[in-house]
Structures are given as C-alpha cells and as structure tokens.
C-alpha cells in the first residue's frame, strides 16, 4: 500500500521482522530512491538524501543515481525493485528480513567498474553519536608522538577508509548509533565512511554516506531498545567472542626481549636452569604477592633468522625449554608464545617449493614467505609445524603482526589460494591467520589465541590486545579509547601493553596504566622496557638492559611496586566477576565493557563521553590518563553508587570532582550488588606494607634446589 511523508509517495512493502520484542518495517520512496526503517510506528534510520536517489555509484565520471520507476517484484518474503541508473546501466536493489530482526540490502550496478564505488547515503540527527568501524581513535598509522587530540570515542566528524593498517588494528564493518540502531556492511572490500562531513570535509551533520568497493554493496540494519542492544545483536549475527579459559583473566607478565643473564638485576648470581629474566620476573612476583596467570614469551625466542627462524626454542636464550614450560605451569603460571604469519630460512624454502606463500614482489620483513591461509593445504602444514611447541605445553600463542604484510591489491595485485583477490581479502587476512592457528589447538577450549590484528569473526577464535601503544599519556588516552571501541565492534576481551610499548614511560603513566588495566577484561603487563618496578630508574635517568646485562644501577620503586601489587590482586580478585561477563559476551554478545550512552541513551551528556565507562553491570570506572592531573571528573549514571575508595554513595545521574593521587583510580560499585563489599583504601595499605620490603633474590633461590 502506499503511505504519505515529507518525502513523497512511499510504497511500504512489507518487510517485518520481529524480535525480542523490536519490530522493524521498512517504506520505500521509488523515485528517487529512499527508505525508512521503523519500529513501532518510530523513525529509527532513513536512507534517504533529499532529491537524489540514496543508492549511487561513483566513479571518475561523477556520481550516477538511480531513476524509475522501477520495476517491483516481490520473491518470497524479499522485495527486488530493477532500476536504470542515470548513465544507462541496470541497477538491482534488493530488500529482505535477516537474522535478529535487521533488514538486508543488496545493491548491485550492471558493468560496475573496478575503481567505482557503490554509495548509500543516511539521513542522521544533528545530535547522534556513532561508534565502532575501527579501535584506534582516528584511522591512518598512527604517530602518537603527534597524537590525534581531539579525536574520541564518538566517530561524528570523521572520514574512515576502512582499510586494515598496521597496529591498533582491529576493524570491524558495523557502527551504532546513540539512537538505537546499526549497520553493518557485509564485504571485506575496503569502505569509506564519512559521518557530519562531505569528501571535501565541509560539515554535514544531518548526513552519514558509505561508498564501498567491490561487485555490490550488502547492508544489515539492526534495530533496538539501546545502543548495547543493537551490538549484541549485530555480535550474534557474525559469531559471538570464543570463551577463553578462566586463567586468561588473571594478571599477566611479559617482556619484549629476555636475555639469559648470569646475574639477576641486584647482582645475584642467576643459579637456575632456565631463563634468568623469566626466573626473576616470577620469583620476584611470587614473593611480592603479586598474582600471574600467564607468562608470554615474545619473539626472538627461537633460532635463526629474527629469532624466529626454525621455530625450536633457541637453547642459548631458554636452555631447558621444556622444562621451564613444566615449571611455570606447576606454578599456576600459562605459557603464551609469540607467532608472526610468516616463516623463515629453510621453512620459507619449503613454503615457497609448496606453493604456500602469499606471492608478492617486496617480502617484508626481509626473506619471508607470508603464508596463504586459505589455502587448507598451506593451514595444515603451518599447523604442523605448531605441533611440537604445543607438545612442549605451551598453552597459547600470541598472534602478531597479521596486519603489516599483506598486499594490497594496487600495487601488489593477484589472487590468494582460494581465488580471493588480493585487494578483497587485505582485510580479511587477519581473520585466515586466527582461524588458522585456531586449528591448530588440540583442545581450544582449554587454549589461547591473543591477536593485534582482527576483523569481522576473528573474536570467534582470539581475544585481542591493543598492539604498540605509545608510552606516554596519549598511548595511554588512546588505549582507553581502544577498550570501548573494541567492545562497540565485537571484540569484548581486549586488554592493552600496560606502560605502553614504545619505550620506557614515566612513572605516572606507568601507575596510572595499572590502575586502568585493572579494569580492562585482560591485564597483561609489559614490556615496560623490558624492566620492571623494582628495577626502575628514576625518570630521565638513561637506563638500558640488553645481552651484556642491565648498563645502569637498578632502583626499587617501593610506590609503583604497590601500585602494581594493588591493581594486580584487585584485577585477579574481579577474575570471577569478569568470567562471569565473558559467559555473557559469549553466550548473548553482551560487551564486557559499557560505554554510558550505550546504556543510557537518553542522557545527551554521554553521547560524546568516553572517560567514563561500566566495567560489567556492577562497576565504574574513571581512568586517569591526564598528565598532571591529581583530580578528574566523574559521570555517575542512573542508580546509587558507593566509591571504592572512601565509601561514600552517590546518586545518580550526575557529575562530581574526585581527588585522584597517583595510587588512585576512581571507582565506583553499584549498591548492592556482590561487589559491594570492595574497600580499595584498605588494600592499598596491604600493598604498601607488602612492597616495604625488597625481596632478596639470593634467598629465593634455595628454596628451588638452586
């Protein structure tokens, strides 16, 4: 039947979808083109632009639009609507109900050429947020030396290409909307979105367009009562996250390079037989009553090129592999080792005999052989050699670097194994890596997979960290902006490098990091130069430990020592709590972390807001990333809250001023929830008693027979 609107004559054609309670029905503009989706008689998104067809073409010729009427015939429960566009060419839209109550639409062109592009064009309030697409706060490499300052969890303003790039890179097809909706854009062709702005970045803030390339353009639109909603929706669709095992959520240790040193960092002689870095790191933690649930070995750790060449650990740097790996795990300690998705020497002699390389004119790094993971050929022989390191009892890997190698499809052209062409599958590379290695678990269930690099189903088998942050405050910023970012796309289990990755940071963004990775579904601690807390230098102190030993006098930093101590058994003791929110993100696509808009939409305060946000129903949490900074504001939402730290209960919603020292994290708990009974002032004291005293190393060892 037809319907009248401001827009014209509209055809509604029947297109309902109920679920959990949210319809959604769509009406249609023919000429030109356009369509509302609804919900309960309410607006929800429109695909509309003013006079002109809101599905287009682009190309170096300009831009060519759809013109009826068109030809309407109805197949089933879909509707396919045959139009010509206004350069001569058939053009085919289709509309059809899909999974959890969101509407598909197909849009092809007839002779569609390559470096065109296939557009939809959205009408937007002026005052909707939008999240999600990509984790880093702006997309391009980013130089973090020359941070992106205003950028922040809200997407309104920006241009995204999306297109994997190297670190922070997890990417995802799909945003939402402070108003309760979501698209989600089924390619992995490269896309670009542009929100409140036109390609010449003049201010368009009732507009969102998304031009992709590719044969067509496939959207999902999802409705629903929240933002939270409408991800969880949207993370049943493509795959909910995999549920790690229980350990994952404990605290975590690493270092970017161990080397095995005949002394430990006070001079002690390093008596054990395995790796005196790994050695102290655990027995200094043990006897500061610091908590570690896995240990993560990062490259180089093997022989050959890189450290990473024939893929044995090198008996030089971890003599006694085998047994280091035993000695760790009867020590409630998990072993996670550093993969690339490449391989070297004689193994990329034989990748390449095989025919199982990625072929490409520059290998980077030098000598490599990038593995084609879609070929099932290729994935078996990789995993075989896995094999033996999982025999070894390594229990996990860390998957690095899918994000920096692969072609891209103009300059390097070609096909993969499968017949995806090169530029196709750029983005979807990383998820052949995960999906790869993930075959190569005996028993996933009881395994890890850890990746930099993710895109739309990678969290089905791999959780994520946030790669090669800076190490200084706007790493830090950034990382809190990542958090949340992942958990609007569907990576719900993120944690970052606490201190950041490039460089030693100082000692506030160290402690503040800590108090911030506390919070975060994975804690894992490191590289921090590749030093730790009771081997600090003061700051702007040169300080440098390699192959030769540490070049500088060590100094044990009793405060960060507590600080560590503090966050570090807090983050172990939520463990339970986190779990639990994991369960919920695996089983219904609940995202562990909640930004507030996600949960009141309604509050027009939260829609740009991201330095506050719900760690689980129960908890929240104000990092403090400000350099400086000794008091912050704090957004209490909805509800009673009791803060972590002096007990008092707030009501909300509202703002308040909070006294943050450099110890400090504000953090609230809701009342009467399980987690009431937390007093963080009381567990600082515990942590500052116990980091008093500098453990002796040489007193340590005897106990382990050496």
Not at 176 to 200: H, K, Q
Not at 386 to 398: M, R, S, T, V, Y
Not at 543 to 555: H, I, K, L
Request: glycine residues 10%; proline residues 8%; contains cysteine.
């Amino acid at each position: 039947m037809n319907s009248r609107s401001g827009l014209g004559v509209f055809l509604v054609i029947g297109l309902s979808v109920a679920t959990a309670g949210q319809a959604l029905d769509v009406a249609i503009r023919d000429t030109p083109f356009a369509a509302v989706f609804t919900s309960g008689g309410k607006t929800v998104v429109e695909v509309v632009d003013a006079n002109r067809s809101a599905l287009y073409v682009n190309g170096w010729g300009g831009r060519a639009s759809l013109v009826g009427p068109p030809r309407v015939v109805k197949d089933g429960d879909g509707t396919e609507l045959t139009y010509r566009t206004s350069d001569g060419r058939t053009a085919r839209v289709e509309l059809r109900p899909a999974e959890e109550g969101a509407i598909q639409v197909r849009f092809s062109v007839a002779g569609k050429a390559r470096w065109e592009r296939l557009g939809i064009t959205l009408r937007v309030s002026e005052d909707e947020g939008f999240y999600g697409l990509l984790e880093r706060p702006v997309q391009g490499i980013l130089h973090e030396s020359f941070p992106p300052r205003d950028a922040g969890f809200n997407l309104r303003g920006q241009e995204v290409w999306l297109y994997v790039l190297p670190t922070h890179a997890l990417y995802s097809p799909f945003f939402v909307s402070s108003r309760g909706w979501g698209l989600y854009v089924e390619s992995s062709w490269p896309g670009i979105y542009r929100f409140g702005r036109d390609g010449r970045g003049r201010p368009t803030p009732t507009q969102v367009t998304i031009e992709y390339e590719g044969p067509e353009l496939v959207v999902r639109i999802f409705g629903g009562a929240t933002p939270l909603e409408v991800v969880e929706k949207y993370s049943r669709t493509v795959g909910t996250t995999v549920l790690p095992p229980e350990w994952v959520f404990g605290p975590w240790r690493w270092r970017d390079e161990v080397w095995n040193l005949p002394t430990f960092y006070d001079g002690t002689p390093a008596r054990g037989p395995y790796n005196s870095m790994v050695v102290e790191d655990i027995l200094m933690m043990d006897a500061l009553g610091i908590p570690c649930s896995a240990y993560v070995l990062d490259r180089p750790w093997a022989g050959g090129t890189m450290g990473y060449g024939d893929l044995e650990f090198d008996p030089e740097r971890f003599p006694n592999a085998e047994a280091m790996l035993a000695w760790l795990k009867g020590r409630g300690v998990q072993p996670v080792l550093w993969l690339g998705p490449w391989v070297l020497d004689a193994r990329r002699a034989e990748a390449v005999t095989r025919g199982y390389h990625v072929r490409k004119r520059i290998p980077y790094p030098p000598r490599a052989a990038l593995l084609d993971f879609t070929s099932s050929e290729a994935a078996a022989w990789w995993q075989g050699l896995l094999a033996p390191l999982l025999d070894l009892g390594i229990a996990g890997f860390k998957l690095d670097r899918g994000d920096e190698d692969v072609p891209d499809g103009l300059l390097f052209s070609g096909s993969y194994s499968d017949g995806t062409g090169y530029r196709e599958g750029h983005n979807a590379y990383p998820l052949w890596f995960a999906r790869a290695a993930h075959g190569a678990l005996p028993d996933p269930a009881d395994s890890l997979l850890l990746v930099r690099a993710g895109w739309v189903g990678t969290s089905t088998y791999a959780i994520a960290w946030g790669g090669d942050p800076a190490s200084n405050e706007w790493g830090l910023r950034n990382s809190v902006l990542a958090l949340q970012r992942a958990a609007a796309m569907g990576f719900p289990i993120w944690g970052s490098d606490t201190g950041g990755y490039t460089g030693r940071p100082s000692r506030e963004v160290f402690a503040r990091w800590l108090g911030f990775s506390a919070f975060c579904p994975l804690m894992e601690v490191g590289p921090t130069a590749n030093l730790a807390p009771w081997s600090w230098p003061p700051d702007g102190t040169p300080a440098r430990v390699d192959a030769q030993g540490y070049r500088f006098a060590p100094t044990y930093d009793e405060e960060l020592v507590a600080i560590w101590i503090l966050y570090a058994r807090l983050h172990d003791d939520l463990r339970a709590y986190t779990y639990a929110q994991a369960v919920a993100a695996h089983e219904r696509g609940t995202p562990i972390v909640r930004p507030l808009v996600f949960v009141h939409p309604d509050r027009p305060e939260y829609v740009d807001l991201w330095e506050t946000y719900l760690y689980g129903p129960d908890l929240l949490v104000r990092p403090v990333w400000e350099r400086g900074a000794r008091s912050v504001t704090v957004h209490i939402p909805p509800r009673e809250w009791r803060d972590l730290w002096t007990g008092e209960t707030w009501e909300g919603p509202r703002t308040i001023a909070v006294e943050a020292p450099l110890h400090v994290i504000p953090a609230y708990v809701r009342v009467g929830s399980e987690l009431d009974h937390l007093d963080l002032a009381a567990r600082w004291v515990e942590a500052q008693k116990r980091a008093r005293s500098q453990p002796d190393l040489s007193s340590l060892l005897p106990a382990h027979g050496w």
